[in-house]
C-alpha cells in the first residue's frame, strides 16, 4: 500500500511531456526545492516511448555549494584498487554523518572488474579521472569529465592520460559526450537507465539527471535521448555518465520522521533484472528497487547559511 501511495504521489506531481521539445520551466508548479540552489523535476514522458525521469538543476552561484565524490579506498593503487564500491544511500548517508551536509547524489563513472556482486561491497578500478577533494582518486585514462575547479567553475572536458590535472577540486567520469556544443550526439538504438551530467552554456548551472528503465512503467533512453533530455533541462555539454543497474538518484532528507534521513528518487533496477523480459503479472509482484553498490557517487552538498 505505502509503495502504491507512492507511485500515484510520483504521477500527481510530475509533469508529463510528449517529448524533450523546447526548453524546460523550472518555474514550473511540479518544480522541488530541495536545498538552497538545487531544484529538483520530476517527469513523466510518454514518447517515444515511457519514461519516469527526474532532473536536478544546481546553481552554482549558490554560497556554501560544493561537489564531493568517492575518497580513495584505505589499500590504494591506482588503476587496481581505488575505491570502495557502495549504493549512494551510503554515501549520502556518511557524508552527512561526517559533517558534510550532502543533499542529493547521483552514481558516476563506470568501475571494473564487471559483473561482480550487485549488493556486496568489494574494491573496484574507476574508468576514468576521478578526483575527491583535491586528491587523484583515478588518473584520467581518456574518458570525458565533469570537472570542478579551485574557483567552483564546472566544465566537461575530455581527458588524456596526458592531461593536465592540476587546480581539479572535483571530478567524475563517464562513457562519452551525449550532448556537445547543444547537439545531442547520435547513438545507437538500445535503450536502458541512465544516467547524465550536463552543464549550461554560461556555466552556472550543472544538470543531474536519471531516466530509469527496464521496467514497464519507464523503459528507458538511447544515449542520444540522454542528450536531448539534458539539453531540455538546460544543459549545452552533456555527459553519459553510467546506466543499467548503476543509475540512482538519492536525496538527504531532514524533514523524514525516520532516524534514516536517505531517500531513492528513482526506481533503480541494481540486480540487473530487465523487467521487460519478465511475465508482467511476476514485475508486479516482485520488482521492487534494488541498489547497486557502485564505484563512485557524485553528491552536491549545501551548507547552511
Avoid at 543531474?208 to 528503465?213: A, F, H, N, S, V
Avoid at 555539454?237 to 525516520?258: C, H, I, Q
Avoid at 523487467?275 to 553528491?299: C, I, M, V
Wanted: a negative charge; charged letters at 20%.
Amino acid at each position: 500500500m505505502i509503495r502504491l501511495l507512492a507511485c500515484l504521489w510520483l504521477a500527481a506531481s510530475a509533469s508529463v511531456a510528449a517529448a524533450q521539445e523546447g526548453a524546460f520551466d523550472w518555474n514550473a508548479t511540479t518544480v522541488e526545492s530541495l536545498a538552497p540552489g538545487v531544484l529538483r523535476a520530476p517527469v513523466i514522458a510518454e514518447s517515444p516511448r515511457r519514461m519516469r525521469i527526474n532532473a536536478v538543476r544546481v546553481d552554482l552561484q549558490t554560497p556554501g555549494l560544493r561537489f564531493v565524490t568517492t575518497p580513495r579506498c584505505a589499500d590504494w593503487k591506482a588503476n587496481k584498487t581505488e575505491t570502495e564500491r557502495e549504493p549512494a544511500r551510503d554515501f549520502v548517508r556518511e557524508a552527512n554523518e561526517a559533517g558534510v551536509p550532502v543533499v542529493v547524489a547521483i552514481n558516476a563513472d563506470g568501475f571494473s572488474p564487471w559483473p561482480a556482486p550487485w549488493n556486496e561491497a568489494t574494491h573496484t578500478n574507476l574508468g576514468g579521472l576521478a578526483v575527491a577533494n583535491g586528491e587523484i582518486v583515478s588518473p584520467p585514462s581518456g574518458e570525458p569529465s565533469f570537472i570542478v575547479d579551485q574557483k567552483g567553475h564546472a566544465r566537461i572536458s575530455e581527458m588524456t592520460k596526458e592531461a593536465d590535472v592540476s587546480g581539479i577540486v572535483t571530478a567524475v567520469s563517464g562513457f562519452g559526450f551525449c550532448l556537445k556544443a547543444g547537439e545531442p550526439q547520435p547513438s545507437g538504438e538500445d535503450t536502458a537507465p541512465r544516467t547524465g551530467i550536463g552543464v549550461s552554456k554560461d556555466g552556472r548551472y550543472v544538470i543531474l539527471l536519471t531516466i530509469d528503465g527496464r521496467r514497464r512503467a519507464s523503459q528507458g533512453a538511447t544515449t542520444q535521448e540522454l542528450g536531448q533530455w539534458l539539453k531540455h533541462f538546460g544543459a549545452h555539454e552533456g555527459l553519459n555518465l553510467d546506466g543499467g543497474g548503476s543509475t540512482t538518484l538519492v536525496r538527504w532528507n531532514p524533514a523524514k520522521p525516520e532516524a534514516d534521513k536517505t531517500e531513492v528518487l528513482n526506481e533503480p533496477v541494481g540486480n540487473g533484472i530487465d523487467w521487460l523480459k519478465r511475465d508482467e503479472s511476476l514485475e508486479k509482484l516482485l520488482a521492487q528497487p534494488t541498489e547497486r553498490f557502485n564505484g563512485n557517487h557524485l553528491g552536491v552538498a549545501v551548507a547552511a547559511p
